[in-house]
Nanobody
Framework: QVQLAESGGGLVQTGSSLRLSCAAS????????MAWFRQAPGKEREFVAA????????FYADAVKGRFTISRDNTKNAVDLQMNSLKQADTAVYYC?????????????????????WGQGTQVTVSS
């Protein structure tokens, strides 16, 4: 089992920045990829960004490409999501996810298939 705990959410203004962090514990040696998803009120959960647990490859949703950066923090066994130029449309509950599947699809696996492990979520609200 892998346990995930998100932190860093909050209320910010349009155009500002926010950094989310996801601390992983438990069987982290089994993790292949980590990702962030988000769910806005009345909408389905959607993929935001993914990174290989050993660093390197990243993958982003078109809606956040160029504004968000996902990175692996080796010192803390964590994955961060740096969010810049925030828009009201970014308002959502942000969830951290982890997956152990290493397939030919690479990071598309965690992005398109339901990840094995989920955090509880952290609220991000962007006001005008």
């Amino acid at each position: 089992q892998v346990q995930l705990a998100e932190s860093g959410g909050g209320l910010v203004q349009t155009g500002s920045s926010l950094r989310l962090s996801c601390a992983a514990s438990g069987r982290t040696d089994s993790v292949y990829a980590m990702a962030w998803f988000r769910q806005a009120p009345g909408k389905e959960r959607e993929f935001v960004a993914a990174v290989r647990w050993n660093g390197g490859s990243t993958f982003y949703a078109d809606a956040v490409k160029g504004r968000f950066t996902i990175s692996r923090d080796n010192t803390k066994n964590a994955v961060d999501l740096q969010m810049n130029s925030l828009k009201q449309a970014d308002t959502a509950v942000y969830y951290c996810a982890a997956d152990s599947r290493n397939t030919a699809l690479g990071l598309l696996t965690i992005a398109k298939k339901s990840p094995e492990y989920w955090g509880q979520g952290t609220q991000v609200t962007v006001s005008s």
